[in-house]
């Protein structure tokens, strides 16, 4: 079969569709996007993602992202945080959604994931022994449970909630509150959602 595209073109066009969301076409459109950009442009994309394991590793108290170059999460250095209180995310980028609230000004702890017996995620695969040690040399006051809002996320909440009360920790535990998202009408809602709703409501 004659070749239609350039090997170097189709390369390119199959290794963007391994992508996690990136389907056959806008592997072709990213692809070819590349090729009419101008050298310095690709060049900066091929650097950055060259050095991407290399300038990055994992902080060993939180297991957020950090630079190559840190020690532990500026987060976690940083004084005006308080160690007493901790946000338990699924994944790193998790991190930055609570972050750009505002809001929060405790410390974080990234398990790594949520339990998944299909995709073969156990508690054992993800970082709960040190979130039980961290509660005891930092002190913790209080854990927000903030894992997402599917099954396994809950299934991961309710495990974290049981292992926590059975660590002999006195820590208050907390989870984020879930509602309907503004703008969506009752009907549109799922029978989770709607439950959370529910469990979460306020007097006025």
Known sequence: MTQLLPSALTRAIDELGRLPGVGARTAERYAYFLLRADTHTTSKLASAISELHS???????????????????????????????????EEPLDIVALERTGQFHGTYHVLGGAISPIDGIGPEQLHIPELIGRLQDDEVEEVIIATNA???????????????????????????????????????????????????????
């Open 55 to 89: 300038g990055v590793r994992t902080c060993p108290i939180t297991f957020a992202l950090i630079d190559s170059d840190q020690e532990v999460s500026p987060l976690y250095a940083d004084n005006g945080r308080n160690k007493k209180l901790v946000a338990v995310v």
């Open 150 to 204: 599917s099954v396994e996320g809950e299934s991961t909440a309710l495990f974290l909630q049981r292992h926590i009360n059975e660590s002999g920790n006195d820590v208050k535990i907390s989870r984020l509150a879930r509602g309907i998202p503004v703008g969506v009408d009752l009907e549109y809602a799922d029978q989770i959602t709607l439950t959370h709703a529910l469990e979460g409501r306020r007097f006025l």
